[in-house]
Nanobody, 119 residues
Framework: QVRLVESGGGLVQPGGSLTLSCTYSERPVGMKNMGWYRQRPGKERELVASITTRGETDYARFVKGRFTVSRDSAKNAVRLQMSELKSADTAVYYC?????????????WGQGTQVTVSS
């Protein structure tokens, strides 16, 4: 079982910056991408940003230009740099590792880290 551990969440003022980090215990066979999702209060979980094992990135429209996702394959880590934070970015942020095996697709999740944007 692959374990993901997030860190870096906390309280930040509007307009501020925060960096989330995630390390995964091992690189699973067939891993294709890593990403960050978030769940705002009363809302469903949504994709924030993702990066493939080849370094291709994808961002939700609401974070483009403000957030940057990156990976460090040597350290089994993925990072989310967030800037120009808004109160609407308040959410629990989850790290994700996804891929495919013979048995089918898989997803591994971290426990989540709270980000609160408030003055």
């Amino acid at each position: 079982q692959v374990r993901l551990v997030e860190s870096g969440g906390g309280l930040v003022q509007p307009g501020g910056s925060l960096t989330l980090s995630c390390t995964y215990s091992e690189r699973p066979v067939g891993m294709k991408n890593m990403g960050w999702y978030r769940q705002r209060p009363g809302k469903e979980r949504e994709l924030v940003a993702s990066i493939t094992t080849r370094g291709e990135t994808d961002y939700a429209r609401f974070v483009k230009g403000r957030f940057t996702v990156s990976r460090d394959s040597a350290k089994n880590a993925v990072r989310l740099q967030m800037s120009e934070l808004k109160s609407a970015d308040t959410a629990v942020y989850y790290c994700n590792v996804g891929g495919f095996r013979l048995a089918g697709p898989y997803d591994y999740w971290g426990q989540g880290t709270q980000v609160t944007v408030s003055s």
